[in-house]
């Protein structure tokens, strides 16, 4: 079993940054791939950035390229989501989840794929 706490997510103005945070305990932190999912109304769970067990490979979604940056420290079982350049169509809750299968490639865009999910962290961009 893991468990997945975010938080960080607030309410900006568009162009401004946001650091989101997940705290994960349960099995060890360092065997699995990690990744940034957002979900707005309406819309179907969206995969935005992911990172390998080692953080070796990182993966973007196109929409948030060179704006967001993911990052993990496994020796505080802790990955973040650096956003930068905010849009209102960042709009979304966002959940950090865990892969427990991936081994040491890099992470999969897959939602269906990850195995275990925080309760999300709501970021409303306004603009």
């Known amino acids: 079993q893991v468990q997945l706490v975010e938080s960080g997510g607030e309410l900006v103005q568009a162009g401004d940054s946001l650091r989101l945070s997940c705290a994960a305990s349960?099995?060890?932190?360092?065997?699995?791939?990690m990744g940034w999912l957002r979900q707005a109304p309406g819309k179907e769970r969206e995969f935005v950035a992911g990172i390998s067990w080692s953080g070796a490979f990182t993966v973007y979604t196109d929409s948030v390229k060179a704006r967001f940056i993911i990052s993990r420290d496994n020796a505080k079982n802790m990955v973040y989501l650096q956003m930068n350049g905010l849009k209102p169509e960042d709009t979304a809750v966002y959940y950090c989840?865990?892969?427990?299968?991936?081994?040491?490639?890099?992470?999969?865009?897959?939602?269906?794929?990850?195995?275990?999910w925080g309760q999300g962290t709501q970021v409303t961009v306004s603009s």
């Open positions: 349960g099995r060890t932190f360092s065997n699995y791939a």
């Open positions: 989840a865990a892969d427990l299968s991936r081994g040491s490639g890099p992470p999969t865009q897959r939602a269906r794929e990850y195995d275990y």
